[in-house]
């Protein structure tokens, strides 16, 4: 069965630094997200991108973050400059149309800013 | 905006009995479609079930159902015959069905469901 799938597991990174979360969404889907996690709290949505551009980002999604989808198969989130605050569990996720389909998610990654 | 309210943070079931967990929305929208999530420990989130806000008729999956009471905007979710593996965090969650609709899933701030045998 298609899975989405997300490197690394676990990224330590010191504060500033810049850190790129890699997921590999389902072959044939054709919207990518990107949500957080922070510890025991709720799940947030980052950004939406469809089309090869972003179709919705929040708040959270300032200019530290960015997304690519380089090479057609991997999606990307990269942060510039890290914060103590980026420490969370980011998910990517995947679906082949906008709302009523399941959205298939990763593993996640967790990021620990130290 | 859609804003998603889980008023029970945690919760807990003896194996094989039932359980309720409650879920309720906000929003000026007609369409949308509403989801409860499994995140077991493993933290992989997971789709228990998916109800469509035109249909009046509630989603059943298994022994998963919900109770969607769209004036009231509720969306319920009972787990029959609770197993040990049902043990996880549940999230409510909502996607508009709107023309500008990107798919982004609002959720909730999530329930802890201990299943004790």
């Known amino acids: 069965e298609p899975e989405v799938t997300q490197t690394p597991s676990h990224q330590v990174t010191q504060m500033g630094q810049e850190v790129i979360l890699r997921c590999v969404p389902i072959s044939n889907h054709l919207y990518f997200y990107w949500y957080r996690q922070i510890l025991g709290q709720k799940v947030e949505f980052l950004v939406s991108f469809y089309n090869n551009e972003i179709s919705e980002k929040s708040e959270i999604f300032d200019d530290q973050f960015s997304v690519e989808r380089p090479d057609g198969s991997n999606f990307t989130l990269k942060i510039r400059s890290t914060k103590l605050e980026d420490s969370a569990m980011y998910f990517c996720?995947?679906?082949?149309?906008?709302?009523?389909?399941?959205?298939?998610f990763g593993p996640g990654t967790r990021l620990t800013v130290l | 905006a859609q804003t998603v309210t889980q008023s029970q943070p945690e919760m807990s079931v003896q194996e094989a009995e039932t359980v309720t967990l409650s879920c309720t929305y906000d929003?000026?929208?007609?369409?949308?479609?509403l989801f409860w999530y499994k995140q077991p420990p493993s933290r992989q989130m997971i789709l228990v079930i998916r109800q469509e806000a035109y249909k009046q008729q509630n989603a059943t999956e298994n022994r998963f159902s919900v109770n969607f009471q769209k004036a009231a905007k509720s969306f319920s979710l009972k787990i029959s015959d609770s197993q040990l593996g049902d043990t996880a965090m549940y999230f409510c969650?909502?996607?508009?069905?709107?023309?500008?609709?990107?798919?982004?899933?609002?959720f909730g701030q999530g329930t802890t469901l201990q299943v004790k045998p």
């Open positions: 969650a909502f996607i508009s069905h709107g023309s500008s609709n990107t798919g982004k899933l609002i």
């Open positions: 996720a995947s679906t082949l149309a906008a709302s009523y389909n399941e959205q298939f």
């Open positions: 929003t000026s929208e007609n369409n949308y479609y």
